[in-house]
């Protein structure tokens, strides 16, 4: 293959988003392993310190029979931050959403009990994390716990009716022992309704009460052009900052809504922009945000068109579907300034 080709054009003309913001965070992007050979791949290298694998990461990828881990998709991911000294956020290890079925079967075909899911999660979390110790810098410990609409805060999962509230503590106690150097995070979205952002609190703070070595908050921030305002993000930081924890943006993106289209997008591209770089001005200028990661590289690949009309595509990022800057990509660079 001609390398050129895997080229973006005019790389070189714009200014790498991670230097631009060297002296306040990381900068990264979600990507799949077959990404790294295409012209997103090459993009991806000259913007960004941080990277998140987008799937190779999640326990069915890893672990897919209870005892039979594959790594391989996941070791490119991390082999390419380490050969360019990018900084690496694990995702995820619980997920209700992604977890491999044999996880709840017990003998005879029955379902397996509350100990025997327990000590599973803790091999699962053991083994992935003991083989990234000192490669990969934080984890994404347990994604999208909370529920605001329970008494108790917690999402009604199979987690959760398998194992009990005790599945987060062993989830986090067991990723600190394998790597007691990694930085484990609570992962959630929408983080500034208050009513989801008060549970995640209580969580939270229950964990630190209990001596669970929970160490920062991860916001999802799958933000839209109206929501959430940048002064609710500013006040959802400084809540977990002031309780001693760490925050960082783990999936940042902004769609254009439904009222995308393949052409006539200029007044939505441009608040979007402007949308963008309110954002990053709140982050630059907070010492508690750690990193900010977007969930994807360009337009070209972004789980919000998995379920669109391909007609209507939405861009919900800072580089088209060519892999070219957009008014967005601007205004975050000039945000730097």
């Not at 200029?266 to 630059?284: C, G």
């Not at 379920?307 to 945000?335: E, I, S, T």
Request: net charge neutral; glycine share 8%.
């Amino acid at each position: 293959m001609n390398s050129c080709a895997l080229v973006p054009p005019d790389i070189s003309a714009y200014s790498p988003l991670a230097k631009l913001y060297a002296q306040r965070f990381p900068v990264g992007a979600a990507i799949e392993p077959w990404q790294l050979e295409t012209r997103e791949g090459a993009l991806f290298a000259w913007h960004f310190n941080g990277v998140v694998a987008e799937n190779a990461m999640k326990a069915p990828r890893l672990q897919p029979a209870e005892g039979r881990f594959e790594f391989a998709a996941a070791d490119r991911i991390v082999e390419f931050a380490e050969r360019r000294g990018m900084r690496v956020r694990g995702h995820t290890l619980v997920w209700h959403e992604e977890t491999p079925e044999w996880m709840w079967r017990g003998p005879n075909g029955g379902a397996a009990g509350a100990e025997q899911v327990l000590e599973r999660l803790r091999t699962h979390v053991r083994t992935v994390v003991g083989r990234y110790r000192g490669r990969v810098q934080s984890w994404d410990v347990v994604n999208e716990a909370v529920d605001a609409s329970r008494p108790d805060c917690l999402r009604d999962t199979a987690w959760l009716r398998a194992a009990g509230p005790d599945y987060i503590d062993v989830a986090f106690r067991a990723a600190h022992a394998a790597d007691p150097a990694a930085r484990l995070l609570l992962n959630d979205y929408e983080t500034t309704d208050p009513a989801r952002r008060a549970c995640l609190a209580r969580l939270a703070g229950g964990l630190r009460a209990r001596g669970v070595p929970l160490h920062g908050i991860g916001h999802q921030l799958h933000a839209r052009l109206e929501h959430p305002a940048a002064d609710a993000v500013d006040e959802t930081l400084a809540l977990f900052a002031s309780m001693g924890l760490d925050n960082e943006i783990t999936e940042l993106d902004m769609t254009l809504g439904p009222a995308a289209s393949p052409g006539g997008d200029a007044t939505l591209l441009a608040r979007q922009a402007q949308r963008y770089a309110e954002l990053f001005r709140v982050f630059a200028r907070r010492p508690d945000v750690k990193a900010v990661t977007f969930w994807g590289v360009s337009d070209a690949h972004t789980w919000l068109n998995m379920a669109r009309d391909a007609a209507r595509p939405d861009k919900p990022l800072l580089f088209d579907a060519g892999q070219r800057p957009k008014p967005a990509y601007h205004a975050v660079a000039d945000a730097a300034s």
